[in-house]
């Protein structure tokens, strides 16, 4: 029931309508703002509160607490919920039959997965947010992505590594980065390096005309071209070539074997003597 009600609350921004009054509001005035009727409503509250979401100040009056202002609408750890419970919850409902399927139950293929036999899209899920249908489930993703850094430490990257020791005009190639949470720590804390950033290409789109130029547009100013964004298929193209890192996170765990093995040997064709790679 958890992850329903979070649910409802992502997608009827109830933090958002909670922000307007910080001292609490009625459920009355919850429900007429959100358009559920408030009995209904009262439950979905009393059970998210019971579990540390939002907090009852008095009878029937919420206010946003700590774990719920992360979930406003212009936070990214909103667009991290949407996906979970969407894409995440709705696919697990067809885990069971997917298991249970005689030919996609043994397959290991990125199209025979759960999410594939909720959705009824041949293709896999990444593929499918490049279509004008997806597209903007794919945009949410993107947000998710940097929302789920924020959570865990992302900017950790950019002390966990010697990458000074790379030099001045050393090029790390983020591959399969997304919209680039990783590379855009990296260019803030060492802007003596160059970067590349590679992923499918609606996720390039996004990464350079909205993303990078909210977030970090003075690396998009700067006269040495710090970042390059470049879309990539890593099934069937390999990396920029030359680059002094090869940087794979959240990557491979993501892939059956034989993908991952097409990925890596992608990335060795375009290595030059020295280049080394990094799996996180």
């Known amino acids: 029931f958890e992850t329903n009600c979070l649910h409802v609350a992502l997608s009827l921004k109830i933090p958002d309508i909670l922000q307007e009054k910080p001292e609490g509001m009625h459920l009355t005035e919850i429900s007429k703002h959100s358009g559920v009727e408030q009995d209904k409503l009262a439950r979905i509250f009393r059970y998210l509160a019971s579990n540390h979401c939002f907090r009852e100040v008095s009878t029937d009056v919420f206010a946003n607490n700590r774990i719920s202002i992360q979930l406003l609408s212009t936070n990214q750890i909103s667009s991290l919920g949407l996906h979970c419970t969407?894409?995440?919850?709705?696919?697990?409902?067809k885990l069971a039959e997917t298991l249970a399927y005689p030919i996609?139950?043994?397959?290991?293929?990125?199209?025979?997965?759960?999410?594939?036999?909720?959705?009824?899209?041949?293709?896999?899920?990444?593929?499918?947010?490049?279509?004008?249908?997806?597209?903007?489930?794919?945009?949410?993703?993107?947000?998710?992505?940097?929302?789920?850094?924020?959570?865990?430490?992302g900017s950790a990257i950019a002390t966990g590594y010697p990458w000074q020791d790379l030099g001045k005009g050393a090029t790390v190639c983020d591959l399969g980065g997304g919209v680039g949470m990783m590379t855009m720590e990296l260019a803030r804390a060492h802007?003596?390096?160059?970067?590349?950033?590679?992923?499918?290409?609606?996720?390039?789109?996004?990464?350079?005309?909205?993303?990078?130029?909210?977030?970090?547009?003075?690396?998009?100013?700067?006269?040495?071209?710090?970042?390059?964004?470049?879309?990539?298929?890593?099934?069937?193209?390999?990396?920029?070539?030359?680059?002094?890192?090869?940087?794979?996170?959240?990557?491979?765990?993501?892939?059956?074997?034989?993908?991952?093995?097409?990925?890596?040997?992608?990335?060795?064709?375009?290595?030059?003597?020295?280049?080394?790679?990094?799996?996180?």
């Open 104 to 153: 996609w139950g043994p397959s290991y293929a990125p199209e025979h997965s759960a999410w594939n036999k909720f959705s009824k899209q041949p293709q896999s899920i990444y593929a499918s947010w490049q279509t004008p249908e997806a597209r903007a489930r794919g945009e949410r993703f993107g947000l998710a992505m940097l929302g789920w850094g924020n959570t865990i430490g």
């Open 86 to 93: 969407e894409d995440g919850d709705w696919a697990g409902t």
């Open 191 to 280: 802007p003596q390096l160059q970067f590349k950033l590679q992923d499918m290409p609606e996720r390039m789109v996004q990464a350079k005309n909205t993303i990078w130029l909210a977030q970090c547009p003075e690396a998009l100013k700067e006269k040495e071209n710090c970042i390059e964004f470049k879309a990539i298929n890593f099934f069937t193209e390999s990396p920029i070539p030359g680059c002094d890192v090869y940087y794979l996170k959240n990557i491979l765990h993501n892939w059956p074997d034989a993908e991952c093995i097409t990925i890596l040997k992608g990335v060795k064709k375009s290595m030059k003597p020295g280049s080394r790679i990094l799996i996180r």
